[in-house]
C-alpha cells in the first residue's frame, strides 16, 4: 500500500487542484450547516469540520434521479434516452462512518444477481477519500456499536489522518492510487504510521455511546408483535428527517411525468416514515400507524438487513439522533429492546 505524508497547510491547495481536473464532492459551509456539495471555483472545502449535516449518500443514490427518457409514436414506446452516464468524480471529505455506509449500501444495490446500474456506475467511478475521525464529532456517535470506527478504512480508497503537523495518506485501493500523482512524493514514515495507531485506539476510546445493537437481533426474530413497539411511536411526527439524512436508509418510488406523448421516468427517494409510503390502491394500508413504520424501521435496520446480508444497516453517526425535531432517539430503541 502506498503512503505519503503531506503538510497540513497544503491539503486545501490538493483538493482545489484536483477539482480543477474532474468533479470533486467535498463538505462546504452552508448557511448553518456543513454539506457535500460539487467543489465550485472559489469554495472553501471544510477540513476541520465535525461531520456534513446531509450523508454523502446523494452523491450516488440523488434524491431524484432521471432514469430514461421515451416518448410514445404509433409503433409504440420509444426511449430517446437513458439515465445520465457518470464522469470520474472524488469525493473528499466523507468521515469513516459515511464511507461504511456505501459498503452496506452495495450489498442492496450492487448484488450479482440485482444491478442498479445508476448507483453502480456512479459508485465505480468515485473515489472516496476520507478523514479519519481524530476525535469523535459528536456524544451521539456509536459507530463502535456496529462494526465501524473512528479510524475504519471500509469504504475508502484513500484514508486522510491528521498526526500532528502533518497528514498520513493512506492509498487503500487501486482506484484511490490514481490521485498518487496529487500528493508529493514524501513517503510517510514509520512514526506517522505509530502516531496513527495510538490515534486510533484513542479516538475510539472517546466514543461515548455505546448501543447494544447486535444484541437485539434474537428480540427482533421472535417479536413481531409485542406491547413495546406500542411504546415508541407516539411523539413521532412522520417527518421523514431520520430516513433522509441517514446514510443507509435506501427506500425510494418511481413515478413517470407525462406530458403529451414525451414521458419521463423519475426516481424520488421515499420514506418508511410516511403513511403514503405502503398505501396500497384499495386504500388498505398495512402500516397504518406510526408504530408499524417505528417498528419497520428497527426491523430493517436490525433484523432483516441481517438476515438479507449479514450486517446491521446502521454505520452510528448518530444524524437521526441530532435531528429528530422530538428527541426520537434510536440509541435508546435499542438499549430498551435490549432489556426487554
Ligand atoms: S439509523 Fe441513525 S445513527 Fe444509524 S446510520 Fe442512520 S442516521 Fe446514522
Ligand atoms: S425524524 Fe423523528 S419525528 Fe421525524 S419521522 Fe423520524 S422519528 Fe419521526
Redesign the pocket.
Given at each position: 500500500m502506498e503512503k505519503r505524508s503531506i503538510k497540513k497547510e497544503t491539503l486545501t491547495g490538493i483538493i482545489k487542484k484536483i477539482a480543477g481536473e474532474m468533479r470533486v464532492f467535498a463538505p462546504v459551509k452552508e448557511e448553518d450547516g456543513v454539506f457535500f456539495r460539487v467543489l465550485g471555483e472559489g469554495v472553501e472545502p471544510q477540513i476541520n469540520y465535525a461531520n456534513t449535516k446531509n450523508a454523502p449518500k446523494n452523491i450516488f443514490f440523488p434524491r431524484t434521479e432521471k432514469m430514461m427518457k421515451y416518448t410514445r409514436t404509433d409503433k409504440g414506446m420509444e426511449f430517446v434516452e437513458n439515465g445520465e452516464e457518470a464522469k470520474d468524480a472524488v469525493l473528499f471529505g466523507a468521515r469513516p462512518c459515511d464511507a461504511r455506509s456505501f459498503v452496506l449500501l452495495d450489498r442492496l444495490f450492487d448484488q450479482e444477481k440485482y444491478k442498479d446500474p445508476y448507483y453502480v456506475d456512479k459508485r465505480e467511478k468515485t473515489v472516496i477519500l476520507t478523514i479519519a475521525c481524530v476525535h469523535p464529532p459528536y456524544s451521539t456517535c456509536f459507530c463502535t456499536s456496529v462494526g465501524g470506527s473512528p479510524t475504519s478504512e471500509e469504504g475508502s480508497d484513500v484514508m486522510l489522518t491528521d498526526v500532528g503537523d502533518s497528514y498520513l495518506v493512506e492509498f487503500l485501493t487501486p482506484k484511490g492510487e490514481k490521485l498518487l500523482k496529487y500528493f508529493g512524493d514524501t513517503q510517510a514514515d514509520a512514526d506517522a504510521e505509530a502516531k496513527k495507531k495510538e490515534i486510533a485506539e484513542k479516538a475510539a476510546s472517546e466514543i461515548a455511546s455505546h448501543v447494544p445493537a447486535k444484541e437485539i437481533k434474537t428480540f427482533l426474530d421472535e417479536n413481531f408483535e409485542h406491547p413495546f413497539w406500542d411504546t415508541i411511536h407516539q411523539?413521532?411526527?412522520?417527518?421523514?428527517?431520520?430516513?433522509f439524512l441517514c446514510p443507509t436508509c435506501h427506500c425510494f418510488d418511481i413515478s413517470d411525468e407525462v406530458k403529451g406523448p414525451d414521458g419521463v421516468r423519475i426516481r424520488n427517494w421515499d420514506?418508511c416514515?410516511f403513511p403514503m409510503f405502503t398505501m396500497e390502491t384499495s386504500g388498505h394500508n398495512p402500516r397504518p400507524s406510526?408504530k408499524e413504520r417505528?417498528r419497520q424501521r428497527t426491523m430493517h435496520k436490525f433484523k432483516y438487513y441481517v438476515d438479507m446480508f449479514n450486517a446491521i444497516s446502521c454505520v452510528g453517526c448518530g444524524r437521526?439522533v441530532m435531528?429528530?425535531?422530538?428527541n426520537?432517539d434510536i440509541r435508546k430503541i435499542v438499549t430498551d429492546i435490549s432489556k426487554l
Open positions: 411523539k413521532c411526527l412522520a417527518c421523514g428527517t431520520c430516513t420514506s416514515m406510526q417505528w437521526c435531528y429528530c425535531p422530538v426520537i
